[in-house]
């Protein structure tokens, strides 16, 4: 039973709707304000820029970022160990903190008194989420920030918020269906578990809970589990891009066509071996640059691979969008000259039935990059196989945009679990 209008409207509307070169401007203007903040007050980023021979005075807009290192979430425990808490990455003192997040690595990560970031609110807003709501955030509030920004998020947005954290499935089902609660912030799987244990008690999804739209984030989203969980729960389910050390990037309206860039933050997608902005749709790595005081990551690398698009959207919203995750950069392989990711192979050979092991193999003839994907195939497919290895080299093209060849192989010659990707060139 749909209680107000969730699909109109923004939280930032100035921002949200702002003509792309003003926006462009501002978001210039900002990130030498934190350039220059940072360069003051985090002595680890100041040196990091001395290093490459840049001055506050030289980065002026977003596109100056380019002239400084990336730091890698990898960098994060060796910087931090030398200096602890926070590698002299913070840009205020540890005494105007508010709290000290551990993070996985073990990461120290400084909790900003006032948490005024509202890049997470933009989400929920354009997911749905309105005023007066009661929403369950089923994600883990120990040591770690990112259910404390949602729930303060929520706040902004006039929600209100139930701290319920994981776990507890029947505790969670009871306050679904006392509280009447219209928002779920968590993980898809934990959403279908509790789908699954409300059936199990006899519970109707839609007549005895009230789930209007739901946030999910930490896991990838099948389309069909999606589609799945909307009609089973009668709700909407959007998505978002973010990490625990920069917060959200991006986030999906209703027309899910990727997700937009959040505003008041820089993303670039760049070339991970050089650093450098790729160009529209092309893969490459997500670089982020966030404007938090307290904690400013500049050109922090999440280590994600994707892509991003100016095409406009009919939701008003003028930010590009990132297309999607397609994985992680270090399984990321360059073959003639184009970025090649387990995910594409995977893509590719799911579309073809008969396969039923695969493995791509990069190698060198000569001076140029040969790949070739080995394929056992199951036992009812003909014994002509021609057609099907041209089909699946014009995939091959299609989807990895780089030209390969099949070969077949006999069952059992590729190792179980071998990897996707076997790199075998030699660089003499
Ligand atoms: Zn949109």
Redesign the pocket.
Known sequence: MPDKDRTSGFFRPELETMDPEARQAYLDRRTAEIVAHAYAHAPAFAAKMRSVGAQPGDITKVADLTRLPITEKGELTEMQQKGLPFGGLNGEPLSSMSRIYVSPGPIYEPGEKVYDDDRWAQAFYAAGFRQGDIAQVTFNFNMVPFAFWLDASLNMVGCVSIPMGVGNTEVQIQALKDLKVQGYLGTPSFLATIADKAEALGLDLKKDLNLQVAFVAAEMLPPSLRVSLQERLGMVIRQSYGTADVGCLSYE?L?M?GM?FAQDCVVEVVDPQTGQPVGENEPGEVVATIFNKAYPLIRFGTGDLSAFSNAT?????TSPKLTRIMGRVDQVTKVKGMFVHPSGVQQVASKFPEVMAYQLVVNRRGHNDVMTLVCELGADTPAETSELRAKMESAMKEVLRVTGEVQFQEPGSLPQGCKVIDDRRVWK
């Not at 959207?313 to 919203?317: D, K, L, V, Y």
């Open positions: 309206c027309h066509e937009h959207c009919a939701c008003g919203r």
